[in-house]
C-alpha cells in the first residue's frame, strides 16, 4: 500500500491528452514539493517535473503538472506512441522523514 | 554529463548482506548540492525508496529498511554504497542509484540499474 495514491492505469488515444493523479496528506503532497517520474520499458525513471510544475530542462511542455490541496496531477497533451510507460509521482514525508512515491499508473497509448 | 554507474553481485544468498556501490562521473560525492539515494523496484512492481546520504554524514532511511539498512559514501573513489543485512526473496529487486536534490529530494539523475536476486 503506498502512501501516495494513484490510478494503476490510463489509456487515450494518439494526439489527445490525459491526466494522471496523485492523492496524498498533509504531510507530503499538501506541505511539500511534488515530482513526477517517467519509466519507460526496460529503463531507468526520468524526472520530468519537480518543484509541482517546474520541468527539466529537454521536457518538452506537453508534459504539465499541478497541484491542489491533498492532490497533485501531471498531464500530458498531444499523446504519441512514445509517451507509453509508467508514471510516479514522489514527494518527501514530513512525517515519515522519508520520500515517498506513488504505487505508479501506466499510460497505454491507444 | 552526471552519469551514475551500479556495480555488485547479481545473487546473493537468503539471510546475507546484499552490498552495492554507485560509481559517479560527471559530479562529486562531496559536492554539498545533493544527496545520493538508493530506491529499488521489485519486479513488475513499483519504486520504493531506500534511503539516501550526504556527504557530510546525514543519513535518511525508509522507516521500514531502517533496522536492515547501511549507507556510506567514499569520497576518494567518488561512490556511495548500500549494503542491505539478513535479505530475504523479498529483497529481489532491481536496485537504482540516484542524484538527489539537497533541498527537497527529488532524484534527477538515475543509473541504469542493477538487478539482484536473493536466492540459495
Known amino acids: 500500500q503506498s502512501v501516495l495514491t494513484q490510478p494503476p492505469s490510463v489509456s487515450a488515444a494518439p494526439g489527445q491528452k490525459v491526466t494522471i493523479s496523485c492523492f496524498g496528506s498533509?504531510?507530503?503532497?499538501?506541505?511539500?514539493?511534488v515530482s513526477w517520474f517517467q519509466q519507460l520499458p526496460g529503463s531507468a525513471p526520468k524526472l520530468i517535473i519537480y518543484d509541482n510544475y517546474k520541468r527539466p530542462s529537454g521536457i518538452p511542455d506537453r508534459i504539465s503538472a499541478s497541484k491542489s490541496g491533498t492532490s497533485a496531477t501531471l498531464g500530458i497533451t498531444g499523446l504519441q506512441t512514445g509517451d507509453e510507460a509508467d508514471y510516479y509521482c514522489g514527494a518527501w514525508d514530513s512525517s515519515l522523514s522519508a520520500w515517498v512515491f506513488g504505487g505508479g499508473t501506466r499510460l497505454t497509448v491507444l | 554529463q552526471v552519469q551514475l554507474q551500479e556495480s555488485g553481485p547479481g545473487l546473493v544468498k537468503p539471510s546475507e548482506t546484499l552490498s552495492l556501490s554507485c560509481t559517479v562521473s560527471?559530479?562529486?560525492?562531496?559536492?554539498?548540492?545533493?544527496?545520493w539515494s538508493w530506491v529499488r523496484q521489485p519486479p513488475g512492481k513499483g519504486l520504493e525508496w531506500i534511503g539516501n546520504i550526504h556527504y557530510t554524514g546525514r543519513i535518511n532511511y525508509n522507516p521500514s529498511l531502517k533496522s536492515r539498512v547501511t549507507m556510506s559514501v567514499d569520497t576518494s573513489k567518488n561512490q556511495f554504497s548500500l549494503n542491505l543485512s539478513s535479505v530475504t526473496a523479498a529483497d529481489t529487486a532491481l536496485y537504482f542509484c540516484?542524484?538527489?536534490?539537497?533541498?527537497?529530494?527529488?532524484?534527477?539523475?538515475w543509473g541504469k540499474g542493477t538487478t539482484v536476486t536473493v536466492s540459495s
Open positions: 560527471g559530479d562529486s560525492v562531496n559536492s554539498g548540492s545533493y544527496y
Open positions: 498533509n504531510s507530503n503532497i499538501v506541505t511539500q514539493y
Open positions: 540516484a542524484r538527489a536534490n539537497y533541498f527537497y529530494y527529488y532524484m534527477d539523475v
